[in-house]
């Protein structure tokens, strides 16, 4: 590797605060860190397996103590009025505004994004803090004509407690900000453990935010905890002072979650696999069509739980589309996600690379056909990287492989001949998060949308199944979990909502005219 790359590594790190070994775990701000000394963590670079820098994970007491925090914390910041809430909200996605750049850099750095994608991710950050600073005055409740005479009913919505977020690599620290930026204008404590594939990005992060937590005096409020699954992950599932956990990650994850979760009675907020899809019907806007299947599966190396990975497309345009679209990913750079002129970046690790390869072997034995791509790729001053060439392959909605998900670029090709025969594959797996049409006739645009159409989350028309914006619910069905965060109406997931009756008059009527007196 270049004496210039090693010069910009230094000088992302440098920019925000990130050293050669840190801590595992601060209650925020800056005198927030705990002085850690469990297991060193090494993050890897997926550019080019190189180590950046090092972490002490915490143990269970760093645990134990961060938890003491939060509690101690939580009780202070419910008190804080919501609009102010706002206000320390507004200027965390100020600091954050002022280091997009960095935080962009050191996303591509870790997770392997190339950098307008890493700078996405920061920019998904700032909205949401613009969204909670204004939701920080709209935590609105309901009142309700009461049935009884002289009285009044309304419901109100407090904070719930501490909030427990677990993440995933591929977006280290975008889901950190809808939770966390939400659930504090809410008035409740995070306590966050990252990814320990990524735990560099959430420890710049933390030191961004912490010159509003000291402004703020508002230490506990966001914490945070790099530690093992025995040592942290285990403890905040079954922690009953955490109400509720949300988590992102794998439909098996997931389904842990949920058990040990609700087995308590705690809340989940889930966001599990996706296994998107886009129909393409005979009369679609083909360049559209193509350019958006484009940076739905190859944008991230494929590695969002949004990523297009089906295209189920009418059999009459299918060839075109193929053929199009082959052309395109021949054009594709594949390289260092730092460079400017690099579309894909490396996968996250061998792990991944592995996974990719046994996908397409599996297509091929299920009698599928592997179009192009899928074959590792060296890039130079990059050896040790995980790269790889975006496959296309051409399957049957039925085959195992294709219904379940696999986190790299892999484009399914599945043909159709009705319409009804398109939206019976579109919901045919177990997955429910993200799906599109491609169409200029309003009628399957209308019955893709329509109860009897896709059966996800979010269905989007002439628009692909990535890049989410913020202001909408974010979240889907099925096995990916059924949680909704970031926009819309998602904050009341993290509050409690309390029923309140006052009778005003002086008598004391029975709800359902129950009469029930003595004598
Ligand atoms: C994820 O991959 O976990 O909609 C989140 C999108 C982004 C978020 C992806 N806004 O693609």
């Given at each position: 590797m270049s004496d210039a790359f090693n010069a910009e590594v230094k000088q992302i790190l440098d920019a925000l605060g990130v050293k050669s070994v840190n801590s595992g775990a601060t209650t925020g701000g800056s005198n927030g860190w705990l002085k850690t000394k469990g297991k060193e963590l090494v993050s890897y670079s997926p550019i080019n397996g190189k180590p950046i820098a090092r972490v002490s994970m915490a143990e269970k007491k760093d645990y134990d103590e961060v938890m003491e925090k939060?509690?101690?914390?939580?009780?202070?910041?419910?008190?804080?009025?919501?609009?102010?809430?706002?206000?320390?909200?507004?200027?965390i996605g100020n600091a954050l505004r002022a280091n997009k750049k960095a935080?962009?850099?050191?996303?591509?750095?870790?997770v392997g994004k190339i950098r307008a994608e890493g700078e996405g991710e920061v920019q998904e950050m700032i909205d949401i803090a613009d969204f909670a600073t204004g939701l920080s005055r709209q935590l609105y409740g309901l009142t309700m004509h009461s049935e009884r005479p002289e009285h009044r009913m309304y419901e109100q919505w407090h904070p719930l407690g501490i909030v427990g977020l677990i993440t995933a690599f591929n977006?280290?620290?975008?889901?950190?900000?809808?939770?966390?930026?939400?659930?504090?204008?809410?008035?409740?404590?995070?306590?966050?453990?990252?990814?320990?594939?990524?735990?560099?990005t959430s420890i710049a992060v933390q030191n961004i935010l912490a010159p509003v937590v000291d402004k703020y005096g508002v230490e506990g409020v966001f914490n945070m905890i790099i530690g093992s699954r025995d040592d942290v992950g285990e403890p905040m599932l079954h922690d009953k002072r955490i109400p509720l956990i949300s988590a992102t990650g794998s439909t098996a994850m997931g389904k842990h979650v949920g058990e040990v979760v609700g087995g308590r009675l705690g809340r989940s907020l889930l966001e599990l696999g996706?296994?998107?899809?886009?129909?393409?019907?005979?009369?679609?806007?083909?360049?559209?069509?193509?350019?958006a299947t484009l940076f739905g599966a190859v944008g991230t190396a494929g590695q969002r739980c949004t990523s297009t990975r089906r295209i189920i497309i009418h059999a009459s345009v299918k060839e075109f589309f193929v053929n199009n679209l082959v052309r395109a990913y021949k054009q594709v750079k594949v390289g260092n996600p730092l460079d400017n002129d690099t579309l894909m970046g490396p996968l996250i690790d061998e792990g991944a690379v592995l996974a990719m390869e046994k996908a397409l072997n599996a297509v091929k034995s299920s009698g599928g056909k592997v179009i192009y791509g899928g074959d590792r790729v060296s890039v130079e001053g990059c050896e040790g990287g995980h790269y790889v060439r975006p496959a296309v392959a051409e399957v049957k909605n039925?085959?195992?492989?294709?219904r379940s998900e696999t986190f790299a670029p892999i484009l399914y090709i599945i043909e159709y001949n009705s319409f009804d025969q398109a939206l019976e594959l579109h919901n045919d797996v177990p997955q429910g998060l993200s799906s599109a049409i491609f169409t200029t006739t309003l009628q399957y645009q209308e019955r893709f949308l329509s109860h009897r159409g896709s059966d996800c989350g979010i269905a989007n028309v002439n628009i692909g199944t990535s890049g989410a914006e913020i202001g909408g619910a974010f979240g889907g069905e099925k096995e990916t979990g059924g949680g909704r965060e970031s926009g819309s109406d998602a904050w009341k997931g993290y509050m409690r909502r309390q029923t309140n009756t006052i009778n005003w008059g002086k008598k004391l009527p029975l709800a359902q005219g129950i009469e029930f007196n003595i004598g």
């Open positions: 939060a509690q101690a914390a939580f009780k202070t910041f419910r008190m804080m009025p919501a609009p102010r809430r706002g206000e320390v909200v507004r200027e935080l962009g850099a050191l996303i591509a750095l870790e977006f280290p620290v975008a889901p950190w900000s809808w939770n966390s930026l939400i659930a504090s204008v809410c008035g409740d404590a995070i306590l966050f453990k990252p990814s320990s594939k990524v735990p560099l996706g296994n998107n899809a886009i129909i393409v019907t005979e009369d679609a806007d083909m360049d559209m069509a193509l350019r039925d085959f195992p492989i294709v």
